[in-house]
């Protein structure tokens, strides 16, 4: 049974190399690069007399790279089969900072629930990051280059949304990431509106962010005309997955507190997925 399962994880997580109770598994050669992986297993006895294992997986693993060549790193912690899964994206712009420190307490301190499991890319853009610039390295806003019927490449400046729709190379690892995985939660963090974007597909999952985190719930747009998909990632993902999860943007304020994106947040995102422990 473990092998089956580890099978099935690598299919789902596309993670490079499983290690399980001695057990090595070679992931398709189209996989990225895993930098680390563990698992755990255990077995029990329920009252019926079946044995039911039940595994816990850590893997960290390089999703793509930025157009200067730097990794873009995904973390994952849960079931080695999981039936709900959280994305947690720290960061899109570089010059917002605060989603890199919610993304990276998430993945250091958070215990996911028996069949859940918890993506974090902590910054899909480390070269914005580095610089401290809203773009990427090209100058390209990458919540404004993703394939819709709402993308435009007109305004050059702050906004750009590039030469071409997914024309960077961080837009197309995150799109490949996004495919393979199919969260049922995407939590994309930025700065600095204070609030949570209604998309109205799980009301839900947005009342309890805007509960947890102190938030309150508006439309966040980003000027699309009125019949076009927003160019962003939560636009893309919507469009194209809407039927399995939803993607949802989170705005922090100008200055949150250390405490708010580490413990205020962190927990108030995993809650309001319901894939962590009490």
Known sequence: MLGTSLTALTSRLATGTLVAAGLTLAAPPTSPATAATTATAATTAPAGGYAQERRFVRTRQVIGRSVQGRRIWARY????????????????????????????????????RARAGIWVVPTVNPDGNRAGTRGNAHGVDLNRNWPTSGWTGSD??????????????????LMRFLRRVKPDYVASIHQPLHAVGINGIDVRWEKRLARNLRLPRRHLGVGTPSGKVSPTMTGWYNKRFRRHGTATTIEYGHRPSPRYVTRIAGRGIVRAARVARP
């Open 77 to 112: 912690r849960g079931a080695a089969h999981p039936r709900q899964v959280l994305v947690v994206l720290g960061q899109m712009h570089g010059d917002e900072k605060a989603g890199t420190r919610t993304a990276r307490w998430v993945a250091a301190r958070v215990r996911p």
């Open 156 to 173: 050059r400046g702050r906004y750009w949304g590039g030469p071409r729709p997914a024309s960077e190379p961080e837009t197309r690892a």
